[in-house]
């Protein structure tokens, strides 16, 4: 059944954080000093905590992962919705079953979908890393789902330690709890499988590296670090290996000026013994070989050769639209389906030109991507402190941050498409950036101290109000845009799809969902499978001409053969009306 219509006068989320930020900057200027002693009481008992770092970080790691698991009543175990969260799950499935991909299935063609790869092999389009956590949730615990949650502790862990590295115990400790609530326990990045945290932890751990590498040399707060030692090259060559199975591009945007330094350090500066050197870069260096080799080995099972990276397959078989905005759009390719076309030479080709057509529409998508940052990241509440931003890029101790953040603004201007995952490598950066922001206002008078002491408690009004949505009728915001605000879900169509697999389910013996689109069909996609696609309960096909259809219920005689209309309200579900039927 679908969901009930929200009543017009139902509240909005969005409506009250504004409401809330305009408080608490009036309360900021007007009463600077409320609460004042609470507060300093507060400030002792957590900058106390905060000194005990290893703690703070098990705190930090541990906190997210309690609280997402007590709002388990409340928010279960998600359904997959969006074209990745399957793509994702197939290569979780693969993985699970001991196997890097599989063959391409004998009625490939009707099991053509976004993110797939069919030809050669039968495998997710993306990089390994994010299928490989869900494999772990999937094998260790029963479900891919408990991968998300634990890859969200470990990011917000990550996330501490890495602050450490770059600012006082007690603003690391307040970023990782900003964190906790505003990315790992609400946002699509532990309510879907499509990820953010595996790429958060990476990036967290290159820059959180490198002041402990080179404590003196950046960092007052890092001064009492030891520097050159194996663990903390391994950590960084973790999290290296990290983003480069997970985002790369923008993995290496932030790992760049990080080597770029180290580089530059180790040739200029006074550094062990050469041979101490290699000693303790070693394990190091083995990581990274052996990343290097395993990707290659990967690339050449799934695509066909060492030098075929993730993606190439799949956006050379279905797309126009180029990665990078200096590109060309390439010549349309055959397409066997309808609804495909309609998604690569619609919405990606149309986004494309509109970005490469004129000034004026590169700078509207960059807009754009921009106001997808800010509604992630940051949304109302954490945008006051960014008036200091100025000064926080002048600041001495993070220059190297602030360098960072340019080279990443660089980069990304230049991709054709945006998500904030896309910008997950650098999650720790824009936090520590924002902490930053948050230092110089504190320290501008008692309106801003007081300004800066309001905004964590106001977050955590704010997730109190996100828990209690549902029965205070309290919208997220609509069903598309919710995923991309700290406070997101899971839209209706993962919902409507779950219903309709879990009646299939149900069905005795095997079933066979034919898919059936009208023409303008674009969004969402039902059409996927697991890896073991003839093994599986029920098998998701795309309805195509009666001789077609003709050859695949010959194959799957042995089932029982449905037709799904998902654009219909409800979606329809009938027996397949006659051998090899078409629209």
């Not at 997210?64 to 994702?88: E, G, N, T, V």
């Not at 979780?92 to 079953?97: M, Q, V």
């Not at 956590?133 to 330690?161: D, F, K, T």
Request: proline share 8%; glycine share 8%; hydrophobic share 45%.
């Amino acid at each position: 059944m679908p969901s009930p219509t929200p009543s017009p006068a139902s509240l909005s989320l969005p409506v009250i954080e504004l409401g809330t930020t305009l408080i608490i900057l009036a309360l900021a200027l007007c009463f600077p000093r409320t609460g004042a002693s609470l507060f300093v009481r507060v400030e002792g008992l957590l900058g106390r905590l905060a000194r005990k770092r290893g703690l703070s970080i098990f705190i930090a790691g541990a906190g997210a992962c309690l609280l997402r698991l007590l709002l388990f009543p409340i928010s279960p175990i998600p359904k997959p919705w969006i074209q990745d969260d399957f793509s994702f799950l197939l290569a979780a499935d693969t993985f699970a079953h001991g196997r890097l991909t599989n063959p391409t299935p004998a009625m490939w063609t009707h099991f053509e979908s976004f993110h797939i790869t069919l030809k050669p092999t039968y495998m997710s389009m993306y990089f390994p890393a994010q299928g490989l956590v869900l494999a772990v949730g999937q094998v260790i615990a029963g479900h891919p789902w408990w991968g998300v949650w634990a890859s969200c502790g470990l990011m917000c862990a990550a996330i501490c330690w890495m602050l450490e590295g770059w600012l006082p115990s007690g603003w690391a400790l307040l970023g990782a709890m900003l964190a906790v609530l505003r990315l790992a326990t609400f946002s699509y990045w532990i309510n879907t499988y499509t990820g953010g945290a595996v790429s958060a932890i990476g990036g967290a751990l290159v820059l959180g590296a490198l002041p402990r590498i080179l404590p003196n040399a950046h960092n007052a707060f890092a001064v009492r670090l030891r520097g050159f030692r194996a663990r903390d090259f391994f950590w960084m060559a973790l999290g290296l290996a990290i983003l480069a199975n997970s985002r790369p591009y923008e993995g290496l945007l932030v790992s760049l000026p990080s080597l770029a330094v180290l580089g530059w350090q180790l040739w200029k500066r006074p550094h062990p013994g050469i041979f101490v050197l290699i000693r303790r870069m070693a394990p190091a260096a083995v990581l990274l070989i052996a990343t290097l080799g395993f990707m290659g080995y990967y690339n050449y099972r799934v695509f066909g050769s060492p030098f075929i990276p993730p993606y190439r397959v799949n956006r050379d078989t279905y797309t126009s639209a180029p990665y990078f905005i200096w590109q060309s759009a390439r010549p349309e390719p055959v397409y066997r389906h309808t609804a495909i076309r309609n998604f690569y030479t619609g919405w990606e080709l149309k986004t494309f030109r509109e970005e490469t057509g004129s000034i004026a529409g590169f700078l509207s998508e960059s807009g754009k991507k921009l106001l997808e940052i800010g509604s992630f990241y940051l949304s109302f509440t954490l945008i006051p402190p960014l008036v200091m931003l100025p000064w926080a890029f002048r600041d001495k101790r993070i220059r190297f941050l602030t360098a960072t953040a340019i080279v990443l603004a660089l980069g990304l201007g230049i991709e054709t498409f945006f998500r904030p995952h896309y910008l997950a490598p650098a999650t720790a950066l824009l936090i520590a950036l924002l902490l930053q922001s948050m230092r110089h206002l504190r320290a501008r008078g008692r309106s801003g101290l007081m300004l800066v002491r309001s905004i964590p408690v106001a977050c955590v009004l704010l997730a109190l109000v996100r828990i209690c949505a549902q029965p205070l009728h309290i919208e997220l915001a609509s069903p598309l845009k919710q995923a991309g605000t700290w406070a997101g879900g899971t839209p209706e169509s993962g919902q409507t799809r779950a219903r309709v697999l879990a009646e299939l389910e149900r069905q005795p013996g095997q079933q066979l969902a034919v898919v059936r689109y009208p023409n303008d069909h674009l969004y969402p996609e039902w059409v996927y499978n697991a890896a073991e696609i003839d093994k599986s309960k029920v098998v998701w096909a795309r309805e195509m001409d009666p001789e077609s259809n003709r050859q695949l219920l010959d194959y799957y005689k042995g089932r029982k053969a449905w037709l799904v209309e998902p654009d219909c309200n409800p979606p329809r579900v009938i027996p397949y009306p006659g051998k090899g039927a078409g629209p």
